[in-house]
């Protein structure tokens, strides 16, 4: 981390020249003022006298004559003491405010705005101050009283008091100047509220410059609001809603793939157990059922254990009608059972993965001590999670666990404030730069002449992109695997045979070829000849598949249904936002042959969509290095990022240069 000299000053005077520096100051001024004045004027005799002349040294009368080198030392302290004293003072009344005031007048553009300073807007403007120098911080909550404000400043950021609903206090913000805005104030209601306000302030501010786009982060806790924010969106804004507890399932599962532990290349399943379905636990259950479609095909299981199960998987149905039983174009098995049938001779016996979700983190470590004290046979290769929210020292507790004497237990905390309120995560910079590549890359195939502004994509294409990036590392750690030290074919005979495979369609009896598309290969799309070279076409296709039944997934989630087709007929649309209806919302056994009756804009596409599929996989290191330039992000062991992208990228990087 760069030191930053100017950030420490302010740190410094801030913090120390505080109420009790001015206290000891003035006390010290009268001490050495006195003392120096006695010794001229007598401590007895002149002790009005000398107490007057201590009373005109601290309101600044510095004319005295003092013969006694002792007492001309001690007057010259009172008045270092002094000057210390009024820059207390001034601090403490006017320099805060004089700071503010002046960066507010002249250099507040390019900024970060932060509305809302409770915790998770606190933990997230010290992580900013502290980690990212470079950034200009202003913070704004409606709590004049807020101590975590003064602590901003306090840490040299910049903090006001006022409404961010009030038009007057966004102006003084200069919203419309702001690199970013994050809403977190810890109500769905005021941030919803906010960001109403600011998308009516930001198109009046810039009619004139419509390529300014602003990108604004709101925390939502309630997944149903999420539905309202289409209503909000403007041109030009670019909206990213979050939860805490959302950014603690995918900062686990960023840097613990579901199903790390498990051989998912040959037949072996994953088998989670969530354990406490509230907040953070439902937002596991959602990624895990995203996520976890592996190489093998076989079906992910979980398992919720919860006191209330019976009520919570009503809550969770609603939230999403989904089978809990499904295969075919999804693969998943859910359970719910009471939370007691998991402290059972053999409750954990099945499970790979169990991760405790539950609100109380002192419950969770009671749970797990009780496993380990009466299912210690079932320990081995099991990995246990525990989402620790704000007990950060809950941490060093979890390391310590002991299975016996000697062997400690592998209990990995997550979740913990100070990383899911982070800049990185909040903001999450590499994924989206990732999902933008993505999309970049989508538009390629399918739309050449024109290229989609990131911005103006919806919040479900935002997410939907983003989540094929966060499902890279269960395809990467496939991948690493499957990566030969020799080529199965020559490039132009893969080419060929993927043709063939995947991109050619028969149409009225014609052979109708995307071949423009695989051309992409050769100089585009990076690392694609590598992978089409040194891993078999069969397991491409093994790979393909696992995407098809995440993207099934996602979609079926987000509440979107399949497109019955007309019999004898094309299908009317491809797909219907508003119904939430997609014709290729099948398996991938399907795909070929409805990819022949697919019509957009009354024009028949002539495309084969397994080859999207395909593509997909093939994309993996060229949205990698779009991201990641520099290895040491990925090489850091406190970093949020799995081992197999960093693993995936040295093994490219060095077949490429054989």
């Not at 009268?30 to 002349?53: C, D, R």
């Not at 950021?157 to 919203?175: C, E, F, H, Q, T």
Request: glycine content about 4%; some cysteine.
């Amino acid at each position: 981390m760069k030191f930053d000299l100017k950030r420490y000053y302010r740190s410094f005077i801030y913090s120390n020249l505080n109420d009790t520096t001015m206290l000891i100051c003035g006390i010290l001024t009268v001490f050495f003022s006195f003392l120096g004045h006695s010794i001229e004027n007598g401590f007895f005799s002149g002790f009005l006298k000398s107490a007057y002349q201590t009373l005109a040294l601290l309101l600044g009368n510095y004319d005295f004559k003092a013969t006694n080198i002792v007492s001309k030392c001690s007057l010259y302290i009172a008045i270092v003491f002094t000057l210390f004293f009024y820059c207390s003072v001034f601090i403490k009344l006017l320099g805060k405010k004089l700071r503010t005031w002046c960066f507010l007048k002249f250099c507040v553009k390019n900024h970060i705005v932060i509305c809302g300073a409770g915790d998770m807007g606190y933990a997230l403007a010290k992580d900013i101050l502290n980690k990212h120098q470079d950034k200009k911080l202003l913070v704004v909550d409606i709590n004049p009283t807020n101590d975590n404000v003064n602590s901003i400043c306090t840490l040299g950021g910049y903090a006001i008091s006022g409404n961010a609903i009030d038009k007057d206090v966004l102006n003084k913000l200069n919203i419309t100047k702001a690199e970013k805005i994050i809403l977190m104030t810890g109500k769905d209601i005021s941030n919803l509220e906010i960001l109403d306000a600011i998308t009516k302030v930001i198109p009046e501010a810039d009619k004139n410059d419509p390529d300014n786009e602003k990108n604004i982060y709101i925390h939502l806790e309630s997944k149903e609001n999420y539905e309202i924010l289409p209503s909000i969106k403007r041109s030009g804004i670019n909206i990213k809603a979050f939860s805490v507890y959302d950014n603690a399932a995918q900062t686990l599962f960023m840097k613990h793939p579901i199903g790390e532990n498990v051989d998912t290349i040959d037949n072996d399943s994953v088998n989670l157990a969530i354990v406490g379905f509230d907040a953070a636990g439902l937002s596991v259950l959602y990624r895990a059922l995203a996520l976890g479609h592996f190489f093998n095909g076989k079906p992910l299981n979980v398992t919720i254990f919860d006191n209330n199960h019976e009520k919570k998987r009503a809550e969770f149905l609603k939230l999403y009608p989904i089978n809990l039983k499904a295969g075919g174009i999804i693969n998943w098995n859910i359970d719910f059972k009471d939370d007691g049938e998991l402290f059972n001779k053999d409750g954990i016996e099945n499970f790979n993965q169990i991760i405790f979700c539950k609100t109380n983190v002192q419950a969770s470590l009671t749970d797990i001590a009780r496993i380990i004290k009466n299912q210690s046979a079932h320990l081995e290769n099991k990995q246990f999670f525990i989402f620790i929210d704000k007990h950060d020292g809950i941490k060093g507790i979890a390391n310590d666990i002991k299975i016996d004497n000697k062997n400690k237990m592998d209990i990995i905390p997550f979740g913990n404030f100070s990383q899911i309120c982070s800049y990185d995560v909040v903001v999450n910079e590499i994924y989206d730069k990732m999902a933008i590549r993505a999309d970049q890359r989508y538009n390629q195939l399918h739309k050449p002449e024109y290229e989609t502004n990131w911005g103006d994509l919806s919040p479900f294409l935002q997410d939907s992109n983003r989540m094929q990036v966060e499902h890279l590392p269960i395809k990467l750690k496939a991948i690493n695997k499957l990566l030969s030290e020799n080529r199965f074919l020559e490039y132009d005979e893969a080419k060929e045979k993927a043709r063939n495979r995947w991109f050619d369609l028969m149409l009225n009896n014609q052979n109708v070829s995307d071949i423009s598309k695989i051309d992409l290969w050769d100089k585009e799309i990076k690392g694609a000849k590598i992978l089409a070279t040194y891993i078999s076409l069969d397991d491409i296709e093994k790979l393909a598949k696992m995407e098809k039944h995440r993207w099934n997934a996602f979609h079926i989630l987000n509440g979107w249904t399949t497109l019955p087709k007309p019999e004898g007929q094309d299908y009317p649309y491809r797909k219907d936002n508003n119904k939430k209806e997609h014709a290729l919302l099948i398996g991938w056994d399907e795909l070929e042959e409805a990819s022949k009756y697919i019509v957009e804009d009354g024009i028949k596409k002539n495309h084969n969509y397994k080859s999207d599929d395909v593509e997909t996989v093939m994309r993996a290191y060229d949205m990698i290095v779009s991201a990641f330039e520099d290895d040491k992000i990925l090489q850091d062991e406190n970093s949020i990022y799995c081992k197999e992208i960093f693993e995936f990228k040295r093994k490219i990087d060095s077949i490429k240069n054989k």
